[in-house]
């Protein structure tokens, strides 16, 4: 007699106010990029970013707290979405590592060239508080990236020690924020000019350990 199989376990769903959570978040920090496409992070202002996402500028305080919980809120879900923008890139070419490195950074230099963010920061002064956020004062951002990018890379290089993909992923991602915020040239040789550098050493960490 065939035993009967448990039930596979209810995905989990968001509860309503969490959903609405996510909503308003999503809403506030997408308004904030729309208006940076037309000025500087300096010229816009807290009442601006509310307005702009049809709410009270007293909600917009309550969810976020302060002018830099915001920033840093909106810096840290752009750094987010910009490591899933280079994943299906680096498992696309996990039979080439070097490959691999080159089709991660065109893709994320090609996506953050108009970005808000980056036109915020290269643009000049006004940009400042946000750059300061990715770099001097990044450690969130540089964490999360990190983090997330590793976890990428150990997914892909399964038998690879994680130690040496750990390095790999913080010099990957400091290298990006360098090349996105002082751009050298167009993403694609910038791209190859990164892969040419790292790549030979990402080839011994993943061949060697397969070998």
Do not use: N
């Amino acid at each position: 007699m065939i035993a009967a199989m448990a039930p596979t376990p209810a995905r989990q769903r968001p509860t309503y106010a969490e959903a609405a959570k996510t909503l308003l978040r999503d809403t506030l920090l997408d308004a904030a990029g729309d208006l940076m496409r037309e000025r500087g992070w300096a010229e816009v202002t807290m009442a601006d970013v509310a307005a702009a996402a049809g709410v009270s500028r007293q909600t917009l305080y309550h969810e976020f707290g302060s002018r830099s919980d915001f920033a840093q809120a909106y810096v840290l879900r752009e750094a987010d979405r910009f490591v899933s923008s280079v994943e299906a890139a680096l498992r696309s070419h996990a039979a080439d590592p070097r490959g691999a490195l080159v089709a991660a950074f065109e893709v994320f230099l090609a996506a953050a060239e108009g970005h808000p963010l980056m036109r915020a920061i290269v643009s000049g002064d006004d940009g400042d508080e946000l750059l300061a956020l990715v770099t001097s004062r990044g450690g969130p951002v540089l964490g999360l990236a990190t983090d997330r990018l590793a976890a990428v890379l150990e997914g892909i290089w399964t038998e690879v020690d994680p130690t040496p993909i750990r390095l790999v992923a913080d010099c990957m991602v400091r290298l990006a924020i360098s090349h996105a915020t002082l751009p050298a040239g167009p993403p694609q040789p910038s791209a190859a000019a990164v892969a040419e550098v790292l790549g030979p050493y990402l080839d011994q960490v993943v061949r060697g350990t397969a070998g």
